[in-house]
């Protein structure tokens, strides 16, 4: 992998950081917004405590999601600046360009993938 290719990935997974980053600020804006609302509209009903309940769990997941998302993008540029980007984690071979344009945050070939997600079902 040349210089620029690893620089180009590092652009497009800053780009993507930022972009999640921004994401999650107005998710987390529009979280409390509809909180509060769902509490007002709620506190007049029987079952208030439920579905205020669920509003706040669906909120959590997805911020759970974009913890998660974020983590695989920080451990991406890590490998980056440690030099094993574009390696696979269990064979060691290269990941192709192709899967890393697709997938920035590739940490496996696609071979290797496809075994992991067949295992793991």
Do not use: W
């Amino acid at each position: 992998m040349t210089p620029q290719d690893l620089a180009q990935y590092r652009a497009q997974l800053l780009q993507e950081r930022q972009s999640l980053l921004d994401r999650m600020a107005q998710q987390r804006d529009g979280a409390t917004s509809r909180i509060e609302a769902a509490v007002a509209h709620f506190a007049r009903t029987e079952d208030s405590t439920a579905q205020v309940n669920t509003a706040r769990d669906l909120e959590l997941a997805l911020t759970e999601h974009e913890a998660a998302e974020m983590q695989a993008i920080d451990e991406a540029i890590s490998r980056l600046e440690a030099g094993s980007y574009g390696v696979c984690q269990d064979c060691g071979e290269h990941i192709t360009p192709a899967r890393l344009t697709a997938q920035p945050i590739a940490r496996r070939c696609t071979a290797c993938q496809s075994a992991a997600e067949k295992n793991a079902h």
